[in-house]
């Protein structure tokens, strides 16, 4: 019986059901919140999570990987971020009830109440800091820093990871030029949080939680930040192991595992495997297809998708310029899951891959 609980969760875990397993429960959170936001619910669901954390904590593989020094923080942020996430999500289907009844906002009912900042928000703050200063002392006492030796050449760490805030990024190499991946996406994440305000004028949901109102913008920002930025993160932390590969939490690391991969460029399936020919001499000509396709993709979807009734209605509330400028980042945003889907399914490496100017997408 244990066995086979371990073998589903690491089938569970295996990263194409992962991820969509992800993206599902992300898409349930904002089409269907009442089937997760009940606290009974959500209550079995957090239980579940636990005790399947008790249980997987018995292996010694799962144990080795969840108790280093720098993962245990990360496991208890994921179950804060679940906690919150719910909270906001139920207040926010609350308030969605209660606007369809004709009952006032959980925010309403209130009031405009005012508090001085002293001594109400100080004196909180001052008792919470004097907590959060006793728990890292006993943390730092009792938790092993994950210090090791001197760095050296000649011994790297295998698997060599980046801090955890930046492991969404490391995985984003796996499947992107790392100029795309470590230049492009970190200025396209930055510059597009900080155009958002600009962007997104809607007053909806200004001091109140909803989601019926703002579906579209909660559900993307839902998925880029819980399915391509912590999912992303869990992955890199619990599920990739030696060489970068994957391992399922009860799986040992083995060093010696190298999976067969044959991936190829898109000029490559075209031209070899679709017209069974040689690919061409110059690069132009080599890679027009993958040049054309990521053209249409940047250029032409966005003028697309004005024949879909939601974009038509997002183009007249936004103008030209802020409408292409946000389609922009989210068909960037976009590109991420697409190239995954791809890997997975075709093996695509690049879709241009210009060797001769180091440029590949």
């Not at 269907?32 to 999570?49: D, H």
């Not at 024949?307 to 310029?321: I, M």
Request: glycine share 6%.
């Amino acid at each position: 019986m244990e066995e086979a609980i371990k073998f589903v969760l690491n089938t569970v875990c295996e990263p194409k059901l992962y991820m969509f397993l992800m993206t599902a429960w992300c898409l349930l959170s904002v089409w269907k919140p009442g089937a997760w936001v009940k606290p009974k619910v959500f209550g079995a669901i957090m239980t579940g999570f636990v005790v399947t954390y008790l249980f997987a904590i018995t292996d010694e593989n799962f144990r080795t990987i969840a108790f280093k020094g720098d993962n245990i923080p990360i496991i208890i942020m994921l179950f804060l971020l679940v906690f919150f996430t719910w909270v906001a999500f139920y207040r926010g289907h609350q308030n969605d009830l209660r606007r369809a009844e004709g009952r006032p906002l959980i925010e309403e009912e209130d009031g405009d109440v005012k508090v001085l900042v002293w001594p109400h928000l100080l004196y909180i703050e001052f008792i919470v800091g004097i907590f959060v200063m006793a728990l890292m002392v006993v943390w730092s006492v009792g938790i092993m820093a994950p210090l090791e030796e001197p760095a050296s050449s000649a011994r790297t760490p295998n698997p060599s990871k980046a801090p955890w805030y930046f492991l969404g990024l490391q995985e984003m190499l796996v499947y992107f030029d790392p100029w795309m991946a470590g230049v492009v996406a970190p200025s396209l994440i930055i510059l597009g949080l900080m155009a958002l305000p600009y962007l997104d004028k809607n007053p909806k949901g200004n001091g109140y939680y909803t989601i019926a109102e703002r579906r579209f913008a909660i559900g993307g920002f839902s998925f880029g930040f819980m399915v391509l930025w912590i999912a992303l993160i869990f992955m890199g932390t619990v599920l990739r192991g030696p060489n970068w590969n994957f391992f399922g939490p009860f799986e040992f690391w083995d060093v010696h595992k190298q999976p067969v991969l044959n991936n190829v460029n898109l000029s490559e399936i075209i031209y070899i495997k679709w017209l069974n020919s040689t690919l061409p001499d110059h690069w132009f000509k080599r890679e027009i297809f993958g040049i054309v396709a990521t053209v249409l993709y940047v250029f032409a979807l966005p003028v697309a998708m004005l024949k879909v009734k939601f974009f038509k209605k997002l183009h007249f509330d936004l103008g030209n310029a802020r409408y292409y400028t946000f389609m922009l980042l989210f068909w960037s945003m976009m590109s991420l899951p697409i190239k995954m889907v791809l890997r997975w399914t075709l093996n695509l490496k690049y879709i241009v891959a210009i060797q001769e100017y180091f440029f590949n997408i």
